[in-house]
């Protein structure tokens, strides 16, 4: 027997651990379904939702090919106990993954234990390097990756088969209860993923390298693939190659373009969490985790909550905190705020942010909110003002009124300037005296003797090779 262990990876095409554990026309899919790694670090419910959508359409492909879906409550321990109890001689599939500590841990223990009886079957299904790895070729062996043949279709099971765990179909039903209410994230599963690469091809991508700054713009200009890539109802190979059997045929290359090399750059954050897994706790450069040594807990749950006093900033939030996603100059506008202007140490701050995104990749995400809250190292501070931003960004107003009713009224200039009276709350800090303040301490940090040395180390491990240019755009 065959098990494929569904992950991170919910589709039909281009799935080499669910194609190959297909191959001999008997094998089960298990998706395990752990409350507690969904409340580790950064993950929610709210991405569950997302997630929900793949499964029921994963699941519907595979009935089609005499298998379904079965789901297994509880830890990974607890599900390699099962197999060994059901299924003692099988084999079992699985596709990489980078992720939290939490998951991390368990995984490695279950690769060990059946690697010792030549009973593992792991697959690296984009871009992250795991053996042989090296920074000075790592763009070069990403480019050989993405343009691998992708994998074929798996086979029907010869037999349907019946397992002791409930269906998806049945776990369904107890699942809907738990799920978040009043929410609406994008719909999930590989159809929807592939129709939303189809239009961005088509026509959405036209004006994205300057609309995917706009918070209203971005809805629409942007790919909206990042909740699909992340949860693996599309091959990120997939993508990238449909790209480029495209790129030259459109109108908007400059676009398209822009496009390419942020599936570069996903691929290059992933990396740095997959290198050093630490950094899910400690910054990138060990002389920056002394720089904010306290935390305010009730300054953190107004900024969270979107109750800052700062209309364009509480606007973002409240979008967030409805949808599941926004464009990444609010993203890093929002984990600015949070770290230079209320001081805030990353580590308290950034659990609470991913567990807002559907498409929370703990790779991305922790790599990101380093670099907006400057403890890379090998990235210039750079500390987002949130006025200038609420009038570059929606100078008339529109997208702040959406999200703050009480604010219809109110002229555009008031809003951006904070000259609200009585129709909005107090901003929680004086932003200009916190920015300066900020800035202070970070440079002072910066300019000590062994800062450069040990963020040459940093970067060694961790600094893309790309184009400068390039580089510097993902900042």
């Keep these: 027997m065959n098990i494929f262990l569904a992950h991170k990876d919910l589709r039909i095409r281009d799935n080499p651990a669910l194609y190959n554990a297909s191959l001999n026309g008997q094998y089960i899919v298990i998706y395990l379904f752990d409350q507690n790694y969904w409340s580790s670090n950064g993950y929610s419910l709210r991405q569950f939702t997302f997630v929900n959508d793949c499964l029921r359409e994963l699941n519907h492909n595979l009935e ?38 939490y998951f991390r841990k368990s995984m490695f223990h279950l690769k060990r234990y ?43 099971n010869k037999h349907e088969l019946k397992l002791p765990l409930p269906t998806y179909r049945e776990f369904s039903e107890d699942i809907k209860k738990i799920l978040p209410s009043n929410f609406s994230p994008q719909k999930g599963g590989e159809k929807e993923a592939h129709k939303l690469l189809r239009s961005f091809l088509d026509g959405r991508a036209e004006g994205y390298s300057k ?64 290198t050093e897994p630490e950094l899910e706790f400690k910054s990138m450069h060990s002389m920056c985790d002394d720089l904010r040594p306290g935390s305010n807990p009730e300054l953190i749950q107004k900024w969270i909550n979107g109750e800052t006093g700062f209309p364009f900033l509480d606007a973002c939030i409240i979008y967030l905190r409805n949808h599941g996603w926004i464009n990444f100059r609010m993203r890093a506008m929002i984990m600015s705020f949070a770290s230079y202007n209320l001081w805030q140490p990353w580590q308290k701050t950034s659990p609470l942010l991913a567990e807002l995104f559907v498409d929370y990749e703990p790779g991305i995400h922790i790599s990101q909110v380093q670099m907006q809250s400057g403890v890379t190292g090998i990235n210039l501070p750079r500390i987002y003002s949130v006025t200038k931003q609420s009038i570059d960004q929606d100078p008339d107003a529109i997208f702040i009124k959406s999200q703050i009713p009480e604010l219809e009224d109110i002229n555009p200039s008031s809003i951006h300037n904070l000259e609200l009276l009585n129709s909005y709350r107090d901003p929680i800090v004086d932003i200009k005296e916190t920015a300066k303040k900020a800035r202070e301490s970070i440079w002072s940090v910066r300019s000590n003797k062994d800062f450069k040395k040990i963020a040459k180390e940093v970067y060694l491990k961790h600094g893309s090779r790309f184009k400068k240019r390039a580089y510097r755009e993902s900042t």
């Design 114 to 156: 059946f690697h010792e009886q030549n009973r593992i079957n792991c697959y690296e299904n984009f871009g992250i390097q795991t053996r042989d790895y090296n920074r000075e070729s790592w763009s070069k062996c990403w480019a050989k990756i993405m343009n691998s043949s992708l994998t074929e279709l798996p086979q029907r």
């Design 211 to 274: 609309k995917m700054s706009s918070p209203i713009e971005a809805i629409e200009s942007c790919s909206r693939l990042s909740p699909h890539i992340t949860h693996g109802s599309i091959s990120l190979k997939f993508v990238y190659q449909k790209l480029l059997s495209e790129i030259d045929k459109t109108n908007h290359k400059r676009d398209l373009y822009s496009f390419k090399k942020r599936l570069h750059w996903h691929c290059h954050f992933i990396q740095k969490l997959q």
């Design 64 to 101: 089609k090919l005499k298998s379904k879906i079965h789901i297994y409550t509880g830890g990974i321990s607890d599900l390699m106990a099962w197999i060994e109890s059901h299924y003692p001689n099988s084999q079992i599939f699985i596709n990489q993954s980078s992720d939290v500590m």
